[in-house]
T-cell receptor, first 110, second 113 residues
Framework: AQRVTQPEKLLSVFKGAPVELKCNYS??????LFWYVQYSRQRLQLLLR??SRESIKGFTADLNKGETSFHLKKPFAQEEDSAMYYC????????????FGKGITLSVRP | GAGVSQSPSNKVTEKGKDVELRCDPI?????LYWYRQSLGQGLEFLIY????????KSGLPSDRFSAERTGGSVSTLTIQRTQQEDSAVYLC???????????FGQGTRLTVV
């Protein structure tokens, strides 16, 4: 079975502070990991995926297979980063169903 | 169309009535998902269609829930004898065969009164 765990429901930080949104997963093979974001009144959209190893809007996430984690990080939070963030996992081949964690609300205060 | 389209945007129904929610995926996308989004529960997987394979219905919460995908395109999610706990935003997403990035619709907000 595949499972994604986001242990926190809410993270509130001041503008300019570092951010780390935690994500742990359970999967028996080699999964593909994603972070999705939902800004207020917008539809859910992809933020980044581990295979692209990109920095999007200053966010990065590194897949740690030993710790089965895929934490999302940003060194200096901005107010426009306030949103709901979901970690997601997809299996490979026939098991490519996309499974999401429960999400975390990030609030960046001025 | 440019993206995934869902209708209606909002639906208010009386307890015990049946409802149908529609999803138009991106043309050519072979995979289609239904999720339910509610406060405190995050994104709850409901059902997954992939090409001509049998759908993965493992997330449907009860036999009151069913979904079809006709012609590998449009999908309808049907909830029979709606209950108040069915109130939520129902999201549809699609993806193509080569990429597992999912593109989401704007959702249908269902309120059961």
């Amino acid at each position: 079975a595949q499972r994604v765990t986001q242990p926190e429901k809410l993270l509130s930080v001041f503008k300019g502070a570092p951010v780390e949104l935690k994500c742990n997963y359970s999967y028996s093979g080699s999964p593909e990991l994603f972070w999705y974001v939902q800004y207020s009144r917008q539809r859910l959209q992809l933020l980044l995926r581990h295979i692209s190893r990109e920095s999007i809007k200053g966010f990065t996430a590194d897949l740690n297979k030993g710790e089965t984690s895929f934490h999302l990080k940003k060194p200096f939070a901005q107010e426009e980063d306030s949103a709901m963030y979901y970690c997601a996992l997809s299996g490979t081949g026939a098991n490519s169903k996309l499974t999401f964690g429960k999400g975390i609300t990030l609030s960046v205060r001025p | 169309g440019a993206g995934v389209s869902q209708s209606p945007s909002n639906k208010v129904t009386e307890k015990g009535k049946d409802v149908e929610l529609r999803c138009d995926p991106i043309s050519g996308h072979t995979a289609l998902y239904w999720y339910r989004q509610s406060l405190g529960q995050g994104l709850e997987f409901l059902i997954y269609f992939q090409g001509n394979s049998a759908p993965d219905k493992s997330g449907l919460p009860s036999d009151r829930f069913s979904a079809e995908r006709t012609g590998g395109s449009v999908s309808t999610l049907t909830i029979q004898r709606t209950q108040q706990e069915d109130s939520a935003v129902y999201l549809c997403a699609s993806s193509n065969q080569q990429s597992t990035e999912a593109f989401f619709g704007q959702g249908t907000r269902l309120t059961v009164v």
